[in-house]
């Protein structure tokens, strides 16, 4: 091979590689999104029971491969959906689920790619509905794995003779090689941060004639399960414990049952060659699914010992977080469900709270490390918001009293605002980090002092957010009038500050950047208390209360409704396109159809017609 052979062979094969990894990632990308919000509902449904985990776990690893899917329960631990126990059988399936999706692959259908991609791009492109166009997306995705595939197979296939003495230190046959080429097939897997693609490219070895024996693509398998896990490693860095104990989950799974294959290493190659004899592509894919699927059954019984080593593994005095308060069993008791989300507004407010500490941290002396967990906070009160929506979703469609569909409202309002409020408090956190690259905006300490002040009372009124959102007490109306006295207390101190730095950038104490990263700030901080100012008049509402007596009262059916007749669009089209106020909505039908509107090309009327002379 010459050096332009190997220059456009490596072209070829990163090309070819680049396509497997974008479809694989745009396809699992469009049926994530296709699926919405039953996502959520899978995952709530998986903490059932273990095999219901496996299974829910086994169809969120088919949509996100196995590294996105973990990082998303690390995610949904991180915000107390799920426990870690809850996580440990939707963990084994995601694996199965990533294994199924590259059995697909497997099958010889690259032949149909280009239509593949031209049905999905018809699809995308004139389908109204947003999910067919996400499928279509899927199927893009889906025919760009196997162009991918075939791209690097064809640039391989006439140099295999050249690359086979190096690709054939790939072996299984000798121990030393066997565990060398788990190693090595590991490291790939890592730096490429996906599975799918180191075995989409073993596949495309074997397709191109280089793999011909099968203890071959069985050790890059292997190695594959073990570094596609830096993908929820590298997630749960910024998050809490139990985030963390699931990326090590994953990890654990994996490097037990790549162990257990080795150490029964010869019945692992008679099992893989016995599923499809004389058809190496289809051995390799069988060897992936059936590896995970021997793993999960072996481990299931034990997940409370699977789930006591992993919290062994990863020691923290850390508490745990709260778990999520929105239990789809108290839906059938209104009340308890309106409680449960005062609760859960609680636990936003006190991650409000934990950022305000950051941002303090993030002030004085930014890092990378706790920016992150800042951003980790951010994706919480997200995600919270999300669930939230959804469960007070469910819970409309129960009856519920008047006061309660009040109450209910308010709450949505609430748990709205505070998470605008998480949004200031992550700006204020983008400011930090570019403040500290410029020493320009460095502030005199009497300056500093002043803004760090301003800083702290707006802490306040979040700290007393948070402590006012308690169902047990039930003094809403009263923590909501500390709030509102402490909110007035910050705005005169935030004026007298306004004011204050006002001079010092006359008097040129202050660079002019110094001063507009002083006035960023402050103006997300008056933001985010006029936030707090808006739920504590909400909870001032004489709807905002947990009524006691009805806690234990079980919802009634909900009452039968007759929509009405829908309105004459018309109508309210010749108003929109006028200029008479809204008022004139309340005139009837012949009224308002009598309302003229003015031609384009008529001159409207005097406002004071002329006298006469």
Sequence with gaps: MTSYDIAMLLFQVLGGLSLFIFGMNAMTSSLRTAAGSSLRTILARATRSRVHGSVFGTIFGFLAHSGAAVAALASFINIGVMTLEQAIAPVFGANIGTSLSMLLVSFKIADYCWAVIGIGFLTEALVPSQRWRKLGGALIGFGLLFLGMDTIATGIAPYKEALEPWLGLFRGDIWTYRLASVAVAALLTAIMTSSGAMIGLCFALVKAGVFTRFD???????????????????????????????????????????????????????????????????????????????????????????????????????????????????????????????????????????????????????????YRKLLANEEILNDVRKAMDDYLGQLTHRYLSRRQTLFLQHLDRCMKDIERIGDHLTHIGDTSRERARIPDALLPEDLFNTWFNLFLAAKHVITLLAKSFDPDSNTFQNTALEVLRARDAYMEQSMDAKARFTDATRDKRITPIGAYYVSRYIEDLDRLVRRAKSIALAERQPDFFVKASKLDRKAKDALAYTPPTPVDARKYLALLQSDHHLDDADLPDEAASAIPLESPHQAPPDEHPATPE
């Design 216 to 370: 071959q693509v069985a050790v890059v398998i292997l190695g594959a399960h073990i570094g596609t896990c830096i993908v929820p490693i590298v997630a749960a860095i910024p998050m809490r414990i139990g985030a963390w104990r699931v990326a090590i989950a994953h990890l654990w799974f994996n490097v037990l049952h790549v162990i257990l294959f080795l150490v029964v290493w010869p019945l692992s190659i008679w099992c893989g060659e016995a599923t499809a004899p004389g058809n190496l592509l289809r051995q390799a894919a069988n060897f992936n699914t059936y590896t995970m699927l021997v793993g999960t059954l072996l481990f299931l019984p034990f997940i409370k010992q699977f789930t006591a080593l992993v919290r062994l593994s990863t020691p923290s005095n850390e508490p745990i977080p709260t778990p999520s308060f929105l239990d789809d069993k108290l839906l059938r008791k209104p009340e308890q469900a309106l409680a449960a989300v005062v609760r859960e507004l609680r636990r936003m407010a006190e991650v409000c709270v934990e950022n305000m500490l950051l941002n303090g941290e993030l002030i004085l002396a930014p890092t990378r490390q706790v």
